[in-house]
């Protein structure tokens, strides 16, 4: 009995407590106290309001994806329009045409293509030429020829040949000799027209790369800008202390420039560019003599691949120094260096483009422009003609080459066309002789022009100076 009663009591107590936790108050985080009918009602708030937020992401999401594939469908049919019309016009524009049609077409670009090409002119037509189209259509002067299209490509793309005086051969020797130097001159000519300015006494229409319409105003720059081109003449006359190149060393190197120009038949432009190169080089940085050698070489390299069409390779070059030091890498870091030096401006004034104006005639003599071209080539090796203008020693090589072979006279033509006259050139042309007349010092350059190719010039004029020019100057004295 007693343990019924006990399990009884326990119950008792047990189900009082239930009651009492159900009615006592719940404690918030805060420590305030919270009814359970309140949390039940704000737990109800919460989930009403999260399932609001839901429902708004998931309409404004819906909308946008609407409005997507309504533009995408609207850029499509768009699109189509846009293709459909295209393709309307050119059905419209392009229709097939029947057989007569298409025969006539042909026959009109073929008539089209009979007809010379007219000249590139610019907007302002230039006051020399303005007559020629003061009609409204173009009309050619009077003393201009009509060639036919192939007679035209010929012209263009042939050298002058040059004419030369066979009366004054004697021998078969010198038959030989000048027809040995006629193709050289043809050769170096024909190269040299890819790459120069291409003069001819009628103005080639034809032609519209020769822009002759331009042509006083490109030597007019030529002129004005050659001043800016030109190298120190006082770069070796400096203290001796500071500057260990001196003007023997450099005709030295000159002459093996020259040697090794000549042995790769490089173009004539190419040995003076080199030359020009190596003395703005030298008038700006200082030497040393075991690197001059290097600096030369890196001047012919550039030269090279500035003029020529095909240049050397550089093991070609490395192999012409005969020096084991200098390597692949020395040569492209010097050409380098010489570039930011210059500022990688070449472009020069060369006396080839001034000796071609001046004597710019379709027969010219072939004696006169050799001589002309060796007298030139003096200003190379001689450090005296570094300050003169390519231009002018264009002019004196010319002026002297016709003395020295009795050969025309300077007509005020061949003085307009130069620029200078005869009392300008008499200076020159005596530096010239005055170089001629001392000892052979530059064996390369002499062997050069002493060729049969060359016409033997160096042992001509050798002989011309002994027996004309100090014998002269002796009966002076």
């Known amino acids: 009995m007693e343990n019924q009663g006990l399990t009884l009591r326990r119950r008792d107590l047990r189900e009082k407590d239930n009651v009492d936790k159900e009615n006592a108050p719940v404690r918030s985080l805060g420590g305030r106290k919270m009814e359970s009918s309140t949390l039940s009602s704000q ?19 819906k909308r946008t994806l609407t409005e997507k594939s309504n533009n995408r469908q609207n850029d499509t049919q768009q699109t189509n329009d846009d293709v459909k019309a295209f393709l309307d016009d050119n059905a419209e524009r392009y229709k097939s045409k029947d057989q007569s049609q298409r025969q006539q077409q042909q026959q009109q670009q073929q008539q089209h293509r009979r007809q010379a090409p007219l000249p590139i002119l610019p907007i302002i037509v230039p006051e ?22 192939s007679q035209a490509k010929v012209k263009s ?7 030369i005086d066979r009366s004054r051969l004697s021998t078969e020797d010198d038959k030989q000799v000048c027809d040995a130097a006629l193709a050289y001159e043809v050769k170096q000519e024909s190269r040299a027209r890819q790459v120069r300015l ?33 190298g ?15 003007w023997k060393m450099r005709g030295v190197l000159i002459d093996w420039v020259v040697e090794v120009h000549y042995l790769f038949q490089l173009l004539p432009e190419t040995l003076f560019l080199a030359v020009n190169i190596i003395d703005r ?47 692949e ?15 990688y401006k070449l472009c020069f004034s060369n006396p080839l483009n001034f000796l071609r104006r001046a004597s710019k005639t379709e027969d010219y003599d072939l004696h006169s422009r050799m001589l002309s071209k060796y007298f030139m080539e003096i200003s190379c090796v001689d450090h005296r003609f570094i300050a003169i203008p390519p231009s002018k020693v264009a002019a004196a090589a010319l002026w002297l080459s016709q003395r020295m072979l009795a050969n025309g006279s300077w007509t005020p033509e061949i003085a307009r066309l130069s620029g200078y006259n005869s009392s300008e050139l008499k200076p020159i042309a005596r530096l010239m002789l005055d170089f001629l007349s001392q000892p052979v010092a530059h064996d ?16 001509f004029v050798r002989n011309w100076v002994t027996q004309y020019y100090k014998n002269k100057g002796k009966r002076r004295q």
């Open 128 to 149: 020399h030429i303005r007559h020629c189209f003061a009609s409204g259509s173009y009309v050619p002067p009077a003393d201009m020829t009509s060639p036919t299209p």
């Open 43 to 61: 737990k109800l708030g919460l989930k009403t309001q999260r399932s609001a937020l839901l429902d708004k992401c998931m309409n404004k999401r």
């Open 157 to 163: 793309s042939a050298a002058p040949v040059p004419t």
């Open 232 to 246: 120190s003449p006082m770069y070796a006359s400096n203290d001796p202390l500071e500057n260990e190149i001196t």
């Open 444 to 459: 390369a350059f002499f062997r050069k022009w002493g060729s049969r190719q060359l016409m033997k010039a160096s042992v």
């Open 198 to 230: 291409r003069e001819n006494n009628v103005m080639d229409w034809t032609d519209p790369l020769l822009v002759a319409e331009y042509e006083e105003d490109i030597f007019e720059h030529l002129r004005k800008s050659e001043i800016t081109t030109l």
């Open 329 to 343: 890498e020395d040569l492209i870091k010097a050409e380098r260096f010489v570039l930011q030096v210059l500022d």
């Open 281 to 327: 080089f030298l008038s700006k940085r200082t030497v040393a003599v075991e690197k001059l050698q290097l600096v030369g070489l890196a001047a012919l390299f550039i030269a090279t691949k500035f003029e020529e069409v095909a240049a050397p390779r550089i093991r070609d070059f490395i192999f012409m120094t005969d020096d084991e030091n200098i390597k």
